[in-house]
């Protein structure tokens, strides 16, 4: 897919020269809609749900946080409920929850009467055995990560890569299942951009399916490079955006030599 | 269904024609062609003197029969860009008489550019021919002159996109045009992502388009046929031609195989866009490939007075890659043979074989992984067609057709990785017709027919069972080569014309087409990895009727032609990509898509002056084409991308004197329906944009206008030679390819929206030479 769009600008940029400009589009204005960001992983809690909403296109990127809502997250498979605590306006916090791998968590969400709900196993951990950098192979001097693991002998593991680059989370959507590559030794370089010197945390989350599935729609609809644009699938039920995320988490950190 | 008794009707209708015109009536034959070349003329038109509704019109092949009461004639020859001709013959006896006909000599500063009031008297509507002269002297873009973006300036046609080959019609999809290359089916009619057209004008000889209003011979898409045929070769005389432009080179070499009996063609064209690759400073942008070639080739031959083989074939494929890392390489294959037969002076037979092939491979080459994406879909089809021309009022056309469609989903295999393959899908596609012309008065003209195509779904591939959600419930399993089921859907088509006076006539049409294969596309315009798909259990065949009427009329001795036609379509079982669905995969497809029905209707104004030295014309539709599929924008009606309201286009072509020719175009149409964000949010730090609907805004309008000079160089006895300039899109309008959305660089609170545009002021020169 990325190799595609490189392609498309390639061809784009050398033969035909296109031009860029910013320009004014008349947009609606939209109801605001409830975003839900949850996260359950196999590290120590506590864990975090946030409740925002959304705003029209032209105003400012202030999105307005949802206070006074009921939070509580059920592991099933223990038989532990955990009501979260509003710390700040829209953080709810966990306070007695465990991630596990293989149970089963449930969320239930109600704002205003607005019930939201879900419920996601925690998948085997799959560690990140180590980490190293090169050069980029799409050129232009910039240097590229390459996280090594092993896939399980089991088909069915979806990842997904989060990279902190000079303790900033990156916008960068990487994520891999194992349909092609099952049960091997994996050293799939990631996108390049990084320059010499630059700090890299890179996690690597061991995802469901329908995260999965999560993550490849906020691609798509982030390249915005299909005819019909369309919101991510949520695994939320009740019409929220956003997603409610239960993964194992592994890390490595690299300073680009 | 009843195939028998449509088989019995028709024998018994032939009986009938043939009783009819059995008493004193004697039949001239023969083939209409080209004095100089030998090129058979189709549609050339042949009439008696003294009474014109009494006539006839040469096939695709030049064959003409005409059965008239003994006595002498005095019968006229017609066919555009060629002098009249006067016969004299007697008919006393069968008579065979081929006729040659001399072009207009060129010199005459003056041309025709549309045949003579045959579009008043013919029951045909929302058709459209094109002169292959007419193309060479429209403005292009990269100096290529191109088929498909010619036929986007024509009444109810609509471009895909900014420079784009891929067209709309009559606000149908662009998968549901019939793209043929001498019968052949052209699965994927476009080079470089959309912007060529896999025709080489140099090969082409005829092009017609029908708009959903194809008689009974044509048959497996619901919005239009665009036949092409291609150029029999010269049977007199050895010719090169050829063209140095910009982007593309082409040659061009026919000659006659054996004088008067055979002749060969063979068209070659290469693009050379990765010479500016080179000359970049990028090294894998400089190891990449860009390019596209065509290969067209044509044998004919005589076998005897009543048999004519004809072997055409097409090869063409694009490459592009990116420094061994990533490939890209599509292309198209066909081939037709052909066998004309003369049964008797009244019966033609035409017997085809033909085979298409589109395929793509996508190579990716990176951290040891070497990967292969390869799909595939594969036609071998067998057709055999009988034409009649059974009175001077009635002639009929009949035949079947079979296809064996075989369609690999996408296989992908290579090293280091786990390969995945899925089972070919395999169908038959078959279809009975029967098609009658009758001229029921000299003031009414009917075409009537009706064509019964079945399709059948093989076993082998994988079939599915979905959940009312649209998961999969089951996987179904079938043995190879059982029919798994099988669509029946008849097709009737009518058109008549009726003549209120010598210059203006009525028409009134219905049409019902069925559309069995279906191109499963989630992109802005052509994309070569888009997937066609067979019907299936659960993809239904894309049915639509039209109705449509239109008024024609010819001004001024015939110099102006003067059309208006009305349309209203309605299509069942369109098919549409679910929000989010993963379009790159070779996982089952039937859980991604959903279904629904497509509605469009529309005015097409037409004004063409077709002789002397200015001719051009000038088209205007305005329509409408809207969708309701069930999951989308809450089951409620919503305009379609092929949803232009307004639709411009102007093209003169001016002979300034012997030396200059100069010609322009100008295009205008309102903005297509688009999906654009109606707010945003925030998800792990950035802003996203968020969607309330499909296709609930619109692009800003389109408009561009061309220039084209072309300059005939000195001519010698054996050697001729012109240079063709061109500019596209003079006035340098920068009309927008895509808007997307993003954050402001320079203000992290804002988000922004940016337009892209690409071809202003495109300036080309290119140089042709024939000897």
Same mark, same amino acid.
């Given at each position: 897919?990325?190799?595609?769009?490189?392609?498309?600008?390639?061809?784009?940029?050398?033969?035909?020269?296109?031009?860029?400009?910013?320009?004014?589009?008349?947009?609606?204005?939209?109801?605001?809609?409830?975003?839900?960001?949850?996260?359950?992983?196999?590290?120590?809690?506590?864990?975090?749900?946030?409740?925002?909403?959304?705003?029209?296109?032209?105003?400012?990127?202030?999105?307005?946080?949802?206070?006074?809502?009921?939070?509580?997250?059920?592991?099933?498979?223990?038989?532990? /409920?955990?009501?979260?605590?509003?710390?700040?306006?829209?953080?709810?916090?966990?306070?007695?929850?465990?991630?596990?791998?293989?149970?089963?968590?449930?969320?239930?969400?109600?704002?205003?009467?607005?019930?939201?709900?879900?419920?996601?196993?925690?998948?085997?951990?799959?560690?990140?055995?180590?980490?190293?950098?090169?050069?980029?192979?799409?050129?232009?001097?910039?240097?590229?990560?390459?996280?090594?693991?092993?896939?399980?002998?089991?088909?069915?593991?979806?990842?997904?890569?989060?990279?902190?680059?000079?303790?900033?989370?990156?916008?960068?959507?990487?994520?891999?299942?194992?349909?092609?590559?099952?049960?091997?030794?994996?050293?799939?370089?990631?996108?390049?951009?990084?320059?010499?010197?630059?700090?890299?945390?890179?996690?690597?989350?061991?995802?469901?399916?329908?995260?999965?599935?999560?993550?490849?729609?906020?691609?798509?609809?982030?390249?915005?490079?299909?005819?019909?644009?369309?919101?991510?699938?949520?695994?939320?039920?009740?019409?929220?955006?956003?997603?409610?995320?239960?993964?194992?988490?592994?890390?490595?950190?690299?300073?680009?030599? | 269904?009843?195939?028998?008794?449509?088989?019995?009707?028709?024998?018994?209708?032939?009986?009938?024609?043939?009783?009819?015109? /059995?008493?004193?009536?004697?039949?001239m034959?023969?083939?209409?062609?080209?004095?100089?070349?030998?090129?058979?003329?189709?549609?050339?038109?042949l009439k008696v003197a003294?009474?014109?509704?009494l006539g006839t019109?040469?096939?695709?092949?030049?064959?003409?029969?005409l059965?008239l009461?003994?006595?002498?004639y005095k019968l006229l020859v017609?066919?555009?860009?060629?002098?009249?001709q006067e016969l004299s013959v007697?008919l006393?006896?069968?008579?065979?008489i081929?006729i040659?006909?001399?072009?207009?000599?060129?010199?005459?500063?003056?041309?025709?550019?549309?045949?003579?009031?045959?579009?008043?008297?013919?029951?045909?509507?929302?058709?459209?021919?094109?002169?292959?002269?007419?193309?060479?002297?429209?403005?292009?873009?990269?100096?290529?002159?191109?088929?498909?973006?010619?036929?986007?300036?024509?009444?109810?046609?609509?471009?895909?996109?900014?420079?784009?080959?891929?067209?709309?019609?009559?606000?149908?999809?662009?998968?549901?045009?019939?793209?043929?290359?001498?019968?052949?089916?052209?699965?994927?009619?476009?080079?470089?992502?959309?912007?060529?057209?896999?025709?080489?004008?140099?090969?082409?000889?005829?092009?017609?388009?029908?708009?959903?209003?194809?008689?009974?011979?044509?048959?497996?898409?619901?919005?239009?046929? &665009?036949?092409?045929?291609?150029?029999?070769?010269?049977?007199?005389?050895?010719?090169?031609?050829?063209?140095?432009?910009?982007?593309?080179?082409?040659?061009?070499?026919?000659?006659?195989?054996?004088?008067?009996?055979?002749?060969?063609?063979?068209?070659?064209?290469?693009?050379?866009?990765?010479?500016?690759?080179?000359?970049?400073?990028?090294?894998?942008?400089?190891?990449?490939?860009?390019?596209?070639?065509?290969?067209?080739?044509?044998?004919?031959?005589?076998?005897?007075?009543?048999?004519?083989?004809?072997?055409?074939?097409?090869?063409?494929?694009?490459?592009?890659?990116?420094?061994?890392?990533?490939?890209?390489?599509?292309?198209?294959?066909?081939?037709? &043979?052909?066998?004309?037969?003369?049964?008797?002076?009244?019966?033609?037979?035409?017997?085809?074989?033909?085979?298409?092939?589109?395929?793509?491979? !996508?190579?990716?080459?990176?951290?040891?992984?070497?990967?292969?994406?390869?799909?595939?879909?594969?036609?071998?089809?067998?057709?055999?067609?009988?034409?009649?021309?059974?009175?001077?009022?009635?002639?009929?056309?009949?035949?079947?057709?079979?296809?064996?469609?075989?369609?690999?989903?996408?296989?992908?295999?290579?090293?280091?990785?786990?390969?995945?393959?899925?089972?070919?899908?395999?169908?038959?596609?078959?279809?009975?017709?029967?098609?009658?012309?009758?001229?029921?008065?000299? @003031?009414?003209?009917?075409?009537?027919?009706? @064509?019964?195509?079945?399709?059948?779904?093989?076993?082998?591939?994988?079939?599915?069972?979905?959940?009312?959600?649209?998961?999969?419930?089951?996987?179904?399993?079938?043995?190879?080569?059982?029919?798994?089921?099988?669509?029946?859907?008849?097709?009737?088509?009518?058109?008549?014309?009726?003549?209120?006076?010598?210059?203006?006539?009525?028409?009134?049409?219905?049409?019902?087409?069925?559309?069995?294969?279906?191109?499963?596309?989630?992109?802005?315009?052509?994309?070569?990895?888009?997937?066609?798909?067979?019907?299936?259990?659960?993809?239904?065949?894309?049915?639509?009727?039209?109705?449509?009427?239109?008024?024609?009329?010819?001004?001024?001795?015939?110099?102006?032609?003067?059309?208006?036609?009305?349309?209203?379509?309605?299509?069942?079982?369109? !098919?549409?990509?679910?929000?989010?669905?993963?379009?790159?995969?070779?996982?089952?497809?039937?859980?991604?898509?959903?279904?629904?029905?497509?509605?469009?209707?529309?005015?097409?104004?037409?004004?063409?002056?077709?002789?002397?030295?200015?001719?051009?014309?000038?088209?205007?539709?305005?329509?409408?084409?809207?969708?309701?599929?069930?999951?989308?924008?809450?089951?409620?009606?919503?305009?379609?991308?092929?949803?232009?309201?307004?639709?411009?286009?102007?093209?003169?072509?001016?002979?300034?004197?012997?030396?200059?020719? &100069?010609?322009?175009?100008?295009?205008?149409?309102?903005?297509?329906?688009?999906?654009?964000?109606?707010?945003?949010?925030?998800?792990?730090?950035?802003?996203?944009?968020?969607?309330?609907?499909?296709?609930?805004?619109?692009?800003? /309008?389109?408009? @561009?206008?061309?220039?084209?000079?072309?300059?005939?160089?000195?001519?010698?006895?054996?050697?001729?030679?012109?240079?063709?300039?061109?500019?596209?899109?003079?006035?340098?309008?920068?009309?927008?390819?895509?808007?997307?959305?993003?954050?402001?660089?320079?203000?992290?609170?804002?988000?922004?929206?940016?337009?892209?545009?690409?071809?202003?002021?495109?300036?080309?020169?290119?140089?042709?030479?024939?000897?």
């Amino acid at each position: 897919m990325k190799t595609s769009n490189i392609i498309y600008i390639a061809l784009l940029l050398f033969a035909f020269s296109a031009c860029k400009k910013v320009i004014q589009v008349n947009l609606n204005s939209s109801a605001p809609h409830y975003v839900v960001q949850g996260n359950v992983t196999n590290q120590p809690g506590p864990y975090l749900v946030t409740i925002t909403k959304s705003v029209n296109f032209d105003q400012d990127n202030v999105f307005p946080t949802v206070s006074g809502a009921v939070v509580v997250i059920t592991d099933n498979t223990a038989g532990v /409920a955990d009501t979260l605590k509003e710390t700040t306006p829209g953080n709810y916090y966990t306070s007695i929850l465990t991630g596990t791998p293989g149970h089963k968590y449930q969320l239930y969400i109600n704002a205003a009467n607005n019930i939201f709900t879900t419920t996601c196993i925690m998948p085997v951990p799959v560690t990140l055995d180590s980490l190293y950098t090169q050069l980029s192979s799409f050129g232009g001097n910039t240097y590229q990560l390459v996280p090594v693991y092993t896939d399980p002998v089991a088909f069915g593991n979806y990842y997904h890569f989060a990279e902190v680059k000079n303790d900033t989370l990156t916008d960068n959507i990487s994520i891999r299942n194992d349909a092609l590559i099952n049960g091997q030794v994996i050293k799939q370089p990631l996108g390049g951009g990084l320059q010499q010197g630059d700090s890299v945390a890179l996690y690597l989350e061991c995802i469901d399916s329908a995260m999965y599935q999560y993550y490849y729609s906020l691609e798509q609809t982030e390249n915005q490079n299909s005819a019909t644009p369309a919101n991510p699938i949520s695994n939320l039920s009740g019409g929220a955006l956003g997603y409610f995320s239960v993964h194992t988490l592994s890390s490595k950190s690299i300073i680009v030599p | 269904m009843n195939n028998k008794t449509v088989l019995f009707s028709l024998l018994v209708l032939i009986f009938y024609v043939t009783q009819l015109s /059995a008493q004193n009536r004697y039949t001239m034959s023969g083939i209409i062609k080209d004095k100089k070349t030998g090129e058979a003329l189709i549609g050339a038109t042949l009439k008696v003197a003294d009474k014109q509704s009494l006539g006839t019109v040469s096939n695709e092949y030049g064959f003409y029969s005409l059965t008239l009461p003994a006595g002498s004639y005095k019968l006229l020859v017609d066919y555009v860009g060629y002098t009249e001709q006067e016969l004299s013959v007697t008919l006393d006896k069968k008579t065979g008489i081929d006729i040659s006909m001399e072009p207009v000599a060129k010199e005459l500063n003056e041309v025709t550019i549309s045949s003579k009031a045959n579009n008043i008297t013919s029951a045909q509507m929302g058709m459209d021919k094109l002169d292959i002269k007419d193309i060479n002297m429209i403005p292009v873009l990269f100096g290529e002159r191109d088929v498909l973006k010619t036929i986007q300036l024509l009444p109810g046609v609509q471009s895909v996109g900014d420079g784009n080959s891929g067209f709309y019609v009559r606000g149908g999809a662009a998968d549901q045009n019939l793209i043929l290359l001498d019968e052949a089916v052209v699965y994927n009619p476009s080079h470089l992502l959309g912007f060529f057209s896999t025709f080489n004008s140099d090969a082409i000889k005829d092009v017609t388009l029908y708009k959903g209003t194809a008689p009974a011979q044509y048959g497996g898409r619901l919005s239009s046929v &665009l036949d092409v045929k291609m150029n029999d070769g010269d049977d007199q005389n050895y010719h090169v031609s050829g063209g140095i432009g910009l982007i593309a080179s082409k040659l061009d070499v026919e000659g006659p195989i054996e004088k008067d009996d055979g002749s060969f063609l063979i068209t070659a064209r290469r693009t050379y866009a990765d010479v500016f690759l080179k000359l970049s400073n990028d090294t894998t942008l400089k190891k990449s490939s860009l390019y596209f070639y065509d290969l067209n080739a044509k044998l004919n031959y005589k076998l005897s007075k009543k048999d004519h083989l004809y072997l055409s074939g097409y090869s063409g494929q694009d490459d592009l890659g990116l420094g061994g890392l990533f490939g890209l390489n599509y292309g198209n294959e066909t081939g037709t &043979l052909r066998w004309n037969h003369i049964i008797n002076d009244k019966l033609f037979s035409n017997t085809s074989l033909i085979y298409s092939d589109y395929n793509y491979n !996508i190579n990716v080459n990176a951290a040891g992984i070497s990967a292969n994406i390869h799909s595939e879909i594969r036609d071998w089809n067998l057709k055999e067609e009988l034409e009649l021309f059974a009175s001077p009022t009635n002639s009929l056309r009949f035949g079947f057709n079979s296809i064996y469609h075989t369609i690999e989903p996408g296989n992908i295999t290579g090293s280091g990785i786990t390969n995945s393959t899925q089972p070919d899908n395999h169908s038959w596609e078959n279809a009975v017709y029967i098609d009658d012309n009758w001229k029921v008065s000299s @003031r009414l003209n009917i075409d009537y027919g009706i @064509r019964v195509s079945a399709f059948s779904v093989l076993g082998g591939a994988n079939l599915y069972d979905l959940n009312p959600d649209g998961t999969i419930k089951d996987t179904l399993h079938y043995g190879s080569g059982q029919i798994v089921q099988t669509y029946f859907i008849p097709e009737p088509r009518a058109s008549a014309s009726y003549t209120l006076n010598d210059v203006s006539s009525l028409k009134l049409g219905y049409a019902r087409n069925s559309q069995y294969l279906h191109l499963i596309s989630n992109s802005t315009t052509t994309n070569p990895t888009d997937k066609w798909v067979g019907s299936n259990n659960i993809i239904k065949p894309e049915i639509s009727d039209q109705v449509s009427l239109g008024y024609f009329r010819s001004l001024k001795n015939d110099d102006y032609e003067f059309s208006v036609e009305s349309y209203y379509k309605y299509m069942q079982n369109q !098919i549409d990509y679910k929000d989010g669905a993963n379009v790159l995969d070779n996982t089952p497809l039937e859980p991604k898509l959903l279904f629904g029905d497509g509605r469009a209707y529309g005015l097409e104004f037409s004004f063409k002056k077709k002789v002397g030295k200015f001719t051009g014309w000038v088209s205007y539709t305005l329509s409408r084409s809207e969708l309701q599929i069930q999951g989308i924008n809450n089951d409620d009606w919503y305009a379609s991308r092929q949803d232009h309201t307004h639709n411009l286009s102007v093209v003169g072509i001016y002979r300034l004197n012997k030396k200059w020719t &100069l010609s322009s175009d100008f295009v205008f149409y309102t903005g297509g329906a688009v999906t654009f964000p109606s707010g945003k949010y925030e998800v792990n730090g950035y802003p996203v944009f968020l969607y309330t609907e499909r296709d609930g805004y619109r692009m800003p /309008a389109y408009n @561009r206008l061309d220039l084209s000079a072309t300059k005939q160089l000195k001519k010698h006895k054996h050697y001729s030679s012109e240079l063709v300039y061109s500019l596209y899109n003079a006035y340098g309008r920068e009309n927008p390819y895509i808007i997307t959305f993003q954050q402001d660089p320079n203000d992290a609170n804002k988000t922004q929206a940016v337009q892209y545009s690409l071809f202003r002021w495109v300036p080309s020169i290119s140089y042709n030479f024939k000897f």
